[in-house]
């Protein structure tokens, strides 16, 4: 099983350019999260979707937009990348509230 | 709104020590309590969980109480070794949180042989 898969792992962009990270689980999970860690502060979620076609905003939602067209994907998007923006990025999914979350294995985004 | 403490790292052990790391949390309905552990490079993995007050969370020799009456949720193992060594999480999931997962700060332990 897959699981959680994230894509790219890596990637650096430029001040103003725009990027989007895809999040892909095959587990039949309603819920998704997309989480930066950065160092120090521990995982701050940034949006999240109870189910196909739903988002919401999480504790830092700005600067960032997502969106769930199909169940199993989840993408998150940086219209214009600040240098503010590197982080390490992670998505996850789950079944349901008391669930445990499966996480991705997380995409390093550095913007200069 | 909700929120989660833990102690802050590092925190250095040898191998076999009792370990210890404090979590705290703040809710307004009654969530669930979990810790995750992410080793090097990797992402985080759920280690155990509570679902309801004196319930014991246990895997791997690591143990938590979930502590209402003082809002707690400790992680303790008897005899810590050099593969416990990793960042440690503690997180809460509350329906009235609008079905999110809090995380803490992150705790790393190192374990020295």
């Known amino acids: 099983n897959a699981g959680v898969t994230q894509t790219p792992k890596f990637r650096v962009l430029k001040t103003g350019q725009s990027m989007t990270l895809l999040c892909a689980q095959d587990?039949?999970?309603?819920?998704m999260y997309w989480y930066r860690q950065d160092p120090g502060m521990g995982l701050r979620l940034i949006h999240y979707?109870?189910?196909?076609?739903?988002?919401a905003k999480g504790e830092v939602p700005d600067g960032y937009n997502v969106s769930r067209l199909k169940k199993q994907n989840f993408l998150l998007g940086l219209e214009s990348a600040a240098p503010s923006q590197t982080s390490v990025y992670f998505c996850?999914?789950?079944?349901?509230?008391?669930?445990?979350?499966?996480f991705g294995s997380g995409t390093q985004l550095s913007v200069l | 709104g909700n929120s989660v403490t833990q102690m802050e790292g590092p925190v250095t052990l040898s191998e076999e020590a009792f370990l210890t790391i404090n979590c705290t949390y703040t809710?307004?309905?009654?969530?669930?309590l979990f810790w995750y552990v992410q080793y090097p490079g990797e992402g985080l993995q759920l280690l155990l969980k509570?679902?309801?007050?004196?319930d014991k969370g246990s895997n791997k020799g690591f143990e938590a109480t979930y502590r209402k009456e003082t809002t707690s949720f400790h992680l303790e193992k008897g005899s810590v070794q050099v593969s416990d060594s990793a960042v440690y999480f503690c997180?809460?999931?509350?329906?009235?949180?609008?079905?999110?997962?809090?995380f803490g700060a992150g705790t790393r332990l190192f374990v020295k042989a």
């Open positions: 587990m039949n999970h309603e819920y």
């Open positions: 979707s109870v189910g196909e076609g739903t988002t």
């Open positions: 997180a809460l999931s509350d329906r009235t949180g609008g079905f999110k997962t809090i």
């Open positions: 809710a307004t309905g009654y969530p669930s």
């Open positions: 996850a999914s789950r079944k349901g509230l008391i669930e445990k979350l499966f």
């Open positions: 509570a679902t309801k007050a004196d």
